[in-house]
């Protein structure tokens, strides 16, 4: 059987088994370009165990008289308003008829697929609203997919199997958010689509960390990378980056020191030099973890990952968690949710790392490509100073020599704009680095209590037992 086969037959019976399974019940309205994840509950036989009602509106004048209007027929709002409706009026119908013995759950998506002459961008929102037992306040799991391949009937196909996966995951897949997520992307292939939010709400949820959620999303290889705003809330990238200037820092941020903060700041400064002034109120400041920071051997430590997203939100921080190592795909992903400038901000130390061949072994062109790559519409380095502790020595980006072989695009890149020298100075903290931190800590040196802002303290008790930053 061919991997294509054992997908669909995986689907089907996944199908089945919510179709001969009592406890649940409910409808289905898929809109726009959605008409797919019904058809699989029709198709597997015993429909009738599950399926209220089957409703597909395309024409927007249809779809307006249904839900009321929106400002985009694609989006979270329309999303929730098709979960108003739907559940409630399946509780109104059938919650005295069978309600006692009966999870009832409203399944909704909107979809913009490909269509004629249409070169994107194409995505769904998908959304369940369900009980957890018979007669509960309802729960909500929604969810944005963003639809990678120029084809509709492979569109229509990647979200029919999602659609049943979703609701397959939910009602069995629940208890473990790993295994839910995985669940939730099986027998579909990685490159036809990314998840790149996702949220559990309302009754049972209420002490629920969405954050978490998101983080598995993007271990399990489901998305790039997820965002969480100051107020702890997750982020849908696309929406909240959507033309808006950024400053982003990478970093471990373990533990979190105020020299982050304070060559941030530098940057930004630097960066409103060049900035309209109309753009810098919509400026954002991003924290980006990669996830290999967050793991201890294979597993992330949940609790340590919460304190450090808690002390980055307490300084004001978006953090953006992703599972890219190079800094070209960084640059990539920024520019694919906003054609805003981008300001990188990096320090002496990791602008001579990537002149390391290591990081363009595997690419065409190597070097010289990771840079184009890199410096795509409006991006730039802004680099801040560092200090040899050997020699004294004060190094700038204007002073920085790069390796031989590099020079001459060094200077190019110098020359041309491409990386900007920041003035920043605090010598003090220049002089302590986070490991010299993480050492103060470990050795009992309540000396590192100068370097770390208050909202960080927390993270050192993670640091005390001799874990390494």
Same mark, same amino acid.
């Given at each position: 059987?061919?991997? #294509?086969?054992? @997908?669909?037959?995986?689907?089907?019976?996944?199908?089945?088994?919510?179709?001969?399974?009592?406890?649940?019940?409910?409808?289905?309205?898929?809109?726009?370009?959605?008409?797919?994840?019904?058809?699989?509950?029709?198709?597997?036989?015993?429909?009738?165990?599950?399926?209220?009602?089957?409703?597909?509106?395309?024409?927007?004048?249809?779809?307006?008289?249904?839900?009321?209007?929106?400002?985009?027929?694609?989006? +979270?709002?329309?999303?929730? =308003?098709?979960?108003?409706?739907?559940?409630?009026?399946?509780?109104?119908?059938?919650?005295?008829?069978?309600?006692?013995?009966?999870?009832?759950? @409203?399944?909704?998506?909107?979809?913009?697929?490909?269509?004629?002459?249409?070169?994107?961008?194409?995505?769904?929102?998908?959304?369940?609203?369900?009980?957890?037992?018979?007669?509960?306040?309802?729960?909500?799991?929604?969810?944005?997919?963003?639809?990678?391949?120029?084809?509709?009937?492979?569109?229509?196909?990647?979200?029919?199997?999602?659609?049943?996966?979703?609701?397959?995951?939910?009602?069995?897949?629940?208890?473990?958010?790993?295994?839910? $997520?995985?669940?939730?992307?099986?027998?579909?292939?990685?490159?036809?689509?990314?998840?790149?939010?996702?949220?559990?709400?309302?009754?049972?949820?209420?002490?629920?960390?969405?954050?978490?959620?998101?983080?598995?999303?993007?271990?399990?290889?489901?998305?790039?990378?997820?965002?969480?705003?100051?107020?702890?809330?997750? @982020?849908?990238?696309?929406?909240?980056?959507?033309?808006? /200037?950024?400053?982003?820092?990478?970093?471990?941020?373990?533990?979190?020191?105020?020299?982050?903060?304070?060559?941030? +700041?530098?940057?930004?400064?630097?960066?409103?030099?060049?900035?309209?002034?109309?753009?810098?109120?919509?400026?954002?400041?991003?924290?980006?973890?990669?996830?290999?920071?967050?793991?201890?051997?294979?597993?992330?430590?949940?609790?340590?990952?919460?304190?450090?997203?808690?002390?980055?939100?307490?300084?004001?921080?978006? $953090?953006?968690?992703?599972?890219?190592?190079?800094?070209?795909?960084?640059?990539?992903?920024?520019?694919?949710?906003?054609?805003?400038?981008?300001? #990188?901000?990096?320090?002496?130390?990791?602008?001579? +790392?990537?002149?390391?061949?290591?990081?363009?072994?595997? #690419?065409?062109?190597?070097?010289?490509?990771?840079?184009?790559?890199?410096?795509?519409?409006?991006?730039?380095?802004?680099?801040?100073?560092?200090?040899?502790?050997?020699?004294?020595?004060?190094?700038?980006?204007?002073?920085?020599?790069? /390796?031989?072989?590099?020079?001459?695009?060094?200077?190019?890149?110098?020359?041309?704009?491409?990386?900007?020298?920041?003035?920043?100075?605090? =010598?003090?903290?220049?002089?302590?680095?986070?490991?010299?931190?993480?050492?103060?800590? =470990?050795?009992?040196?309540?000396?590192?209590?100068?370097?770390?802002?208050?909202?960080?303290?927390?993270?050192?008790?993670?640091?005390?037992?001799?874990?390494?930053?």
């Amino acid at each position: 059987m061919s991997t #294509i086969e054992q @997908a669909l037959a995986a689907t089907q019976e996944k199908a089945l088994r919510i179709n001969l399974d009592p406890a649940f019940y409910g409808s289905f309205a898929e809109i726009g370009a959605g008409q797919e994840t019904a058809n699989w509950f029709f198709r597997a036989g015993a429909a009738a165990g599950t399926v209220a009602k089957s409703l597909s509106a395309y024409d927007m004048t249809v779809s307006d008289s249904i839900y009321g209007t929106s400002k985009r027929y694609v989006s +979270e709002e329309r999303l929730e =308003q098709m979960m108003d409706i739907e559940f409630a009026q399946l509780i109104d119908r059938l919650g005295e008829k069978r309600g006692e013995n009966t999870r009832f759950f @409203a399944f909704c998506n909107t979809v913009k697929a490909k269509g004629y002459r249409d070169n994107g961008p194409w995505s769904a929102w998908l959304g369940v609203r369900f009980q957890l037992k018979p007669g509960a306040e309802p729960s909500d799991l929604v969810m944005h997919v963003r639809l990678l391949i120029p084809d509709h009937d492979l569109q229509m196909r990647v979200l029919g199997i999602l659609g049943v996966n979703l609701l397959h995951a939910l009602f069995y897949d629940r208890e473990r958010m790993d295994s839910f $997520v995985q669940s939730v992307g099986e027998h579909v292939d990685r490159h036809f689509f990314e998840i790149d939010y996702m949220r559990f709400s309302g009754n049972g949820f209420s002490m629920f960390d969405n954050r978490i959620l998101a983080l598995q999303l993007v271990r399990s290889g489901l998305s790039e990378a997820t965002l969480f705003c100051p107020d702890g809330t997750v @982020a849908q990238p696309a929406d909240l980056l959507y033309k808006r /200037p950024i400053v982003l820092m990478r970093g471990s941020f373990m533990p979190l020191c105020n020299i982050h903060m304070e060559m941030m +700041e530098s940057v930004r400064t630097k960066f409103y030099e060049d900035l309209p002034e109309a753009q810098q109120s919509r400026e954002i400041d991003i924290c980006e973890l990669s996830l290999s920071n967050l793991l201890r051997g294979n597993e992330v430590d949940l609790l340590e990952f919460i304190d450090r997203a808690d002390a980055l939100a307490a300084m004001g921080k978006t $953090v953006m968690i992703t599972n890219i190592a190079h800094f070209h795909r960084i640059s990539e992903l920024l520019n694919s949710y906003t054609k805003e400038p981008i300001a #990188i901000a990096l320090s002496i130390g990791l602008l001579n +790392e990537l002149f390391k061949d290591k990081w363009a072994e595997d #690419i065409p062109g190597g070097i010289l490509s990771c840079m184009g790559h890199i410096f795509r519409n409006k991006t730039k380095f802004y680099v801040t100073p560092w200090i040899n502790r050997s020699t004294g020595e004060f190094v700038t980006a204007g002073t920085y020599r790069a /390796p031989e072989e590099y020079l001459y695009l060094y200077r190019h890149l110098r020359e041309s704009g491409k990386i900007v020298e920041v003035p920043y100075f605090n =010598q003090k903290l220049l002089m302590s680095t986070p490991r010299d931190i993480v050492r103060m800590i =470990q050795s009992g040196d309540e000396a590192w209590k100068e370097y770390v802002p208050e909202a960080a303290y927390r993270m050192a008790e993670h640091l005390k037992g001799g874990e390494q930053a």
